[in-house]
């Protein structure tokens, strides 16, 4: 996928494709939310610019929102195997850059990338290799890496960056971009240059993986 801001279609907006277009879209990439519910489509739309209903097994319909020149596609539908096996069809045929779905088990893991995904996750169990990651630092509580070399962590702020200012903290982050700070009860979206670094603070970044990894190794 290509460098810099994206077009990424997230389809199935449940618990796991909510929270994953919304990431995607504070972290400035262009995305569109669909899917079949329209309750579910109108609690979103608050949440991110572009949410739509509409059957994504309908190759028409998919093909009239432009889904064929996105850089990628997320499938968040698992409750209905059939219906996430049809979409990874479409999307293969529509010629979808990138196709990541996500998968109840490894059986249907395998069925998908045998029709066509590109990639396939399986949050409940990537949570757990996620913490047995190999990075030297503990501080990593949790992170996404839904966009294939792209992540979105949430991470205890380091010591090193006690009390300094965010303009001080985004010279050392470089190619990573800081999206929020949650601060007890608070949340500091895209928080100002000056802004006191305290404690506490939990932060949430996003970047390609090599340039996080550097980050946390340095």
Do not use: C
């Not at 277009?21 to 739309?45: C, F, P, T």
Request: glycine share 6%; aromatic share 6%.
């Amino acid at each position: 996928m290509s460098n810099g801001k994206q077009q990424i279609a997230v389809i199935g907006l449940g618990r796991f494709g909510a929270a994953v277009a919304e990431e995607l879209y504070k972290a400035g990439h262009e995305v569109i939310g669909i899917d079949s519910d329209r309750n579910i489509v109108q609690n979103i739309a608050t949440k991110i610019p572009h949410a739509v209903q509409v059957d994504a097994v309908d190759e028409k319909a998919l093909k009239q929102l432009g889904i064929e020149s996105y850089d990628g596609a997320v499938i968040g539908i698992t409750d209905e195997l059939e219906t996430s096996i049809l979409i990874t069809l479409v999307l293969k045929h529509l010629n979808v850059k990138q196709i990541i779905v996500k998968a109840r088990n490894e059986m249907h893991g395998e069925i998908l990338e045998r029709v066509g995904a590109d990639r396939v996750v399986y949050p409940e169990r990537d949570t757990g290799l996620r913490l047995a990651h190999s990075w030297s630092s503990a501080d990593i509580t949790d992170s996404l890496d839904i966009v294939d070399g792209y992540e979105i962590i949430r991470v205890q702020l380091p010591e090193r960056f006690f009390g300094l200012q965010v303009h001080e903290l985004a010279s050392a982050l470089n190619e990573v971009q800081l999206i929020m700070i949650a601060r007890e009860a608070t949340v500091i979206e895209f928080p100002e240059s000056t802004e006191v670094l305290q404690v506490d603070d939990v932060l949430i970044l996003s970047g390609k993986v090599k340039a996080i990894e550097k980050f946390f190794l340095e």
